[in-house]
Nanobody, 117 residues
Framework: QVQLVESGGGSVQPGGSLRLSCAAS????????MNWYRQAPGKERELVAV????????NYADSVKGRFTIFRDNTKNTVYLQMNSLKPEDTAVYYC??????????WGQGTQVTVSS
């Protein structure tokens, strides 16, 4: 079955960096785009970054452009989110997401990122 397992979250001071990982299994990872979402307390889940199947095309939410980088390693079935210059407003649970060709969405369990001084 499909599994998405995030890791790498934690607590960091403003201006710091974290790298999130999402290990995928149960589907042909290298064939599909992958997404990172986040959900802050009391807010709706929002799309943060998207990467194409080959990793040659990426898109970002305006709020993270220039600070976050999404990339993937198809040999390891893993997608990453490098987060630099973190701000308190980046505090959220971050989720890895895959949408199948039947439009069914799959989610990981999420990893907490807290940015605070």
């Amino acid at each position: 079955q499909v599994q998405l397992v995030e890791s790498g979250g934690g607590s960091v001071q403003p201006g710091g960096s974290l790298r999130l990982s999402c290990a995928a299994s149960g589907f042909r990872f290298s064939r599909d785009a992958m997404n990172w979402y986040r959900q802050a307390p009391g807010k709706e889940r929002e799309l943060v970054a998207v990467i194409s199947s080959a990793g040659t095309s990426t898109n970002y939410a305006d709020s993270v452009k220039g600070r976050f980088t999404i990339f993937r390693d198809n040999t390891k079935n893993t997608v990453y989110l490098q987060m630099n210059s973190l701000k308190p407003e980046d505090t959220a649970v971050y989720y890895c997401n895959w949408v199948s060709n039947t439009r069914q969405g799959y989610w990981g369990q999420g990893t907490q990122v807290t940015v605070s001084s």
